[in-house]
């Protein structure tokens, strides 16, 4: 891992190998360990990163435009101020040949997350419309749960790539075509390493015309590598409210860098919802027209009622009564997702139910701690964590209701799958949460907290059998509208048809 990191760094610190040699350990060997120590590698980080007596490159400097770009840019604008022909520092690309173009995605890894699978329906949909060169770099590896939708991007023929694993043989002579590039590669603060030096090697290898970003840390380091590398039109695609609502996942060098990158020319904010786009825009002190919603698509066609057997079969593995009605919950076990929260909620429908039955699927850094509260609860003989599972759809297809307690999310792709499968949902209104469901006409949407409106609204659920049989009868039809992954690809290369400034 890390060759184009120790083709610029030939003699980094031997105790910064040793470093991430131990941290590289640590995640292999014991990663609960890992997630617990991250809060004190930030705090650690941040005292780094505040010290007067640091010293790095500007940021402004690492990341703007070569001045051969600027000068065309300038050209350019003095050209429409008198009123002529303009020069476009991107050559204008008809419609057609957008498909011939390289556009590199990045991404950590491919683990079964909700942005991760919004990465694998774009890449194969896009496949699927003729771009051959579309492909994903990833930074973190693919290893174990880290490569749980590989599987589907090989099925489609997308190039999937870890970043930094293999040096390629022309890489040397990209080096000496644009020498400047190691000056401003080395000039990468430490914190940044090595996935910064890693991906611009990556990327001086492709020449892509767009590298689309996904997620906070590696919108960053895809951003900074893409600004080094000198490619033209970078997105930057947000997948959440900003990362002020979960300071687990906020490091203290987001704020600059982000501010640097909007302001290099060529560079798009993308959100997932109208509510995320605003949160990230009043964090990082942007206009709101910086952002460009894309609602998330859901292919809808591989999501369908598993037979009988099958759902029998599940609630057997899963210990569940042939008759009880489940309450289900599917999220990660991490702070913003607010799994304790949902135990309470789940707790009191259950003393008003008393032919309910919980469900919860997930793992996480509070995996352990849901656990203990399951397993004390007065109704731990009614509730069941099962952990990470592949038959979602059939659980979901059993379930009454399905509940999410978050405080923060982008468009929890599992809102969307319940209403297809006809589950009632009620949610908090966290983010995109609230926009993924018609409230009153699909589900319920309560404050962020309102352990007291969830529960009510669950419980009528249950209750009222006439209120669940209109809900459920919306859900099909109302995401099906909206979240269609036919209408996501489309917009995402409309997207890409005007950062290249293409005409019909």
């Known amino acids: 891992m890390h060759v184009y990191d120790r083709f610029f760094f030939p003699r980094g610190p031997l105790l910064r190998r040793a470093a991430r040699w131990g941290i590289n350990t640590m995640r292999r060997?014991?990663?609960?360990?890992?997630?617990?120590?991250?809060?004190?590698?930030?705090?650690?980080?941040?005292?780094?990163?505040?010290?007067?007596?640091?010293?790095?490159?500007?940021?402004?400097?690492?990341?703007?435009?070569?001045?051969?770009?600027?000068?065309?840019?300038?050209?350019?604008?003095?050209?429409?101020?008198?009123?002529?022909?303009?020069?476009?520092?991107?050559?204008?690309?008809?419609?057609?040949?957008?498909?011939?173009?390289?556009?590199?995605?990045?991404?950590?890894?491919?683990?079964?997350?909700?942005?991760?699978?919004?990465?694998?329906?774009?890449?194969?949909?896009?496949?699927?419309?003729?771009?051959?060169?579309?492909?994903?770099?990833?930074?973190?590896?693919?290893?174990?749960?880290?490569?749980?939708?590989?599987?589907?991007?090989?099925?489609?023929?997308?190039?999937?790539?870890?970043?930094?694993?293999?040096?390629?043989?022309?890489?040397?002579?990209?080096?000496?075509?644009?020498?400047?590039?190691?000056?401003?590669?080395?000039?990468?603060?430490?914190?940044?390493?090595?996935?910064?030096?890693?991906?611009?090697?990556?990327?001086?290898?492709?020449?892509?015309?767009?590298?689309?970003?996904?997620?906070?840390?590696?919108?960053?380091?895809?951003?900074?590598?893409?600004?080094?590398?000198?490619?033209?039109?970078?997105?930057?695609?947000?997948?959440?409210?900003?990362?002020?609502?979960?300071?687990?996942?906020?490091?203290?060098?987001?704020?600059?860098?982000?501010?640097?990158?909007?302001?290099?020319?060529?560079?798009?904010?993308?959100?997932?919802?109208?509510?995320?786009?605003?949160?990230?825009?009043?964090?990082?002190?942007?206009?709101?027209?910086?952002?460009?919603?894309?609602?998330?698509?859901?292919?809808?066609?591989?999501?369908?009622?598993?037979?009988?057997?099958?759902?029998?079969?599940?609630?057997r593995d899963a210990g569940i009564p042939p008759t009880a009605r489940l309450l289900t919950g599917v999220f990660r076990m991490a702070d913003e997702k607010q799994p304790l929260t949902f135990v309470e909620v789940a707790e009191k429908v259950l003393d008003r139910v008393p032919e309910a039955h919980v469900v919860l699927v997930g793992t996480g850094r509070l995996e352990r701690d849901v656990r203990r509260r399951m397993r004390g609860s007065r109704h731990a003989s009614r509730m069941h964590h099962l952990g990470r599972r592949s038959d979602v759809p059939a659980i979901l297809a059993e379930s009454h209701a399905f509940l999410l307690t978050s405080k923060a999310e982008g468009t929890p792709n599992v809102l969307l799958e319940a209403q297809h499968l006809g589950v009632p949902v009620v949610t908090t209104a966290a983010g995109g949460a609230g926009d993924a469901i018609d409230d009153g006409v699909t589900g319920v949407v309560r404050p962020i907290g309102d352990v007291s409106g969830l529960t009510e609204a669950v419980v009528r659920l249950f209750h009222d059998a006439s209120w669940h049989r209109e809900l459920a009868a919306s859900g099909p039809r109302r995401v099906a509208e909206r979240f269609g992954l036919d209408r996501m690809i489309e917009e995402t290369e409309a997207l890409y048809s005007d950062l290249q400034g293409a005409t019909d």
């Open 29 to 315: 060997v014991a990663p609960g360990l890992a997630d617990r120590l991250a809060p004190l590698r930030r705090v650690l980080l941040k005292r780094v990163y505040d010290d007067p007596n640091f010293q790095s490159e500007s940021a402004e400097q690492l990341v703007s435009r070569p001045q051969a770009e600027v000068q065309t840019a300038s050209k350019s604008e003095s050209a429409r101020v008198r009123g002529e022909e303009a020069v476009t520092a991107v050559p204008s690309v008809p419609k057609k040949s957008l498909r011939d173009l390289s556009i590199v995605h990045i991404i950590g890894s491919l683990q079964a997350g909700g942005a991760e699978r919004q990465v694998v329906y774009t890449l194969a949909g896009l496949r699927a419309r003729g771009y051959r060169r579309a492909e994903l770099i990833v930074t973190q590896g693919l290893e174990r749960d880290k490569g749980h939708y590989l599987p589907s991007l090989q099925k489609e023929g997308v190039p999937v790539t870890i970043s930094g694993r293999v040096m390629d043989p022309a890489f040397e002579a990209r080096v000496r075509e644009a020498p400047e590039v190691v000056e401003r590669v080395r000039g990468v603060p430490g914190f940044l390493r090595p996935q910064v030096p890693d991906l611009v090697g990556e990327l001086l290898i492709r020449r892509p015309a767009i590298v689309h970003c996904w997620l906070d840390h590696t919108n960053l380091w895809g951003g900074i590598a893409a600004a080094i590398a000198g490619v033209p039109s970078i997105i930057l695609s947000t997948r959440n409210v900003s990362p002020v609502h979960m300071p687990h996942l906020r490091e203290p060098w987001f704020e600059q860098w982000y501010g640097v990158l909007a302001a290099r020319p060529g560079v798009t904010f993308v959100n997932n919802s109208q509510a995320g786009a605003l949160d990230y825009a009043q964090w990082l002190g942007l206009p709101p027209e910086r952002f460009r919603v894309i609602l998330n698509g859901v292919d809808f066609s591989h999501l369908e009622v598993p037979p009988p057997s099958v759902r029998a079969q599940m609630r």
